[in-house]
């Protein structure tokens, strides 16, 4: 029986009758790969699974690794990530925007962008959610591709973008900087949240994605730095920073965009050479858990600038 696919709000889709900790026959096993590739965000809802299962149904879809902030994976289960509020840790990843405190707000971005080597993919499954806010958003990079103009689409061919990590959001240069004030215990170098100093990264602006073939725009706010030798290009600086402003608000638009109110037992799986994600944050103190299975990559995207 071919699977149940819903489209959700502008990109990805529903899966409807699958329980993840079933057996999964060859043929639904098949078309879940297929319908990953074909729509690069699969939600699953009310899967109410242990750990296990959530490691195994991930396996379907690759080899899966450890994230490398060791301190955050369970110890029974290190191919799980728990993303847990912790009233220990919340102030250093609390900042105000427009005058309202608010943990854990990512922007857009891919993970692992700026080792040069994104992972594959990755399941987030709710087990405790916020009641308010919380939310997270996905964003289809092949769409906001396919949709350019083809002046624009020609004005990317063989074009590099470099991304540049930092712990300090002030000092990224295509987020969102209005209304926003960091908190007094932000953190400032990349050692304090036990990262290493990650070098600058270029990628080409339009990646071929590797299995799939698409053509998927290489364009998220953060660590998003600069154009790689503009005036080889026949750009200068300023045309260089306008057209990646152009480019920012392109994936910006809702059209390319699903937001997901977290219900406990929804799980998420997207395509992280595909799709790109953000989080909109909680109020402090709020309690949350989400599991997190990461799907490794075998496929260099990027290439490592030297310092
Ligand atoms: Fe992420």
Not at 80 to 98: C, G, H, Q, R, V
Not at 116 to 124: D, E, F, S, T, Y
Not at 128 to 156: I, M, N, Q, S, W
Not at 246 to 258: G, K, T
Request: net charge negative; charged share 25%.
């Amino acid at each position: 029986m071919p699977l149940e696919l819903r489209p959700l709000a502008n990109v990805g889709v529903e899966v409807c009758g699958v329980a993840i900790d079933g057996e999964l026959d060859e043929h639904t096993r098949g078309a879940l790969i297929a319908a990953w590739n074909e729509h690069g965000i699969l939600l699953f809802r009310r899967q109410d699974v242990t750990p296990d299962k959530q490691i195994a149904f991930s396996k379907l879809f690759g080899p899966l690794e450890a994230h490398p902030l060791k301190e955050t994976t369970s110890q029974e289960y290190p191919e799980l990530f728990m993303l847990a509020n912790d009233p220990a840790k919340e102030k250093y990843m609390t900042a105000s925007y427009a005058g309202k405190e608010i943990v854990g707000r990512l922007d857009w971005h891919i993970d692992l962008h700026y080792t040069g080597r994104p992972n594959r993919g990755a399941a987030l499954r709710a087990v405790v959610c916020a009641d308010e806010d919380g939310l997270t958003g996905f964003g289809d990079l092949a769409k906001a591709y396919a949709a350019l103009d083809d002046r624009t689409k020609t004005r990317l061919e063989g074009l590099e973008v470099a991304y540049s990590f930092s712990m300090q959001r002030r000092h990224m240069r295509f987020v969102d900087l209005a209304s926003y004030e960091p908190g007094p215990y932000s953190p400032r170098k990349p050692s304090d949240l036990g990262f290493p100093n990650f070098a600058d990264v270029a990628y080409p602006a339009v990646v071929t994605h590797p299995v799939t073939g698409r053509k998927v725009l290489e364009i998220v706010e953060q660590f998003l730095d600069r154009v790689v030798a503009p005036h080889r290009h026949g750009l200068s600086n300023d045309e260089a920073i306008d057209l990646l402003q152009e480019l920012v608000d392109h994936i910006r638009q809702p059209q390319f965009h699903y937001f997901h109110r977290w219900e406990p037992g929804d799980l998420i799986l997207w395509d992280n050479w595909r799709a790109m994600h953000c989080a909109t944050g909680v109020k402090p103190g709020t309690a949350r858990v989400i599991h997190r299975t990461t799907i490794m990559g075998d496929a260099t995207l990027g290439r490592v600038l030297e310092p």
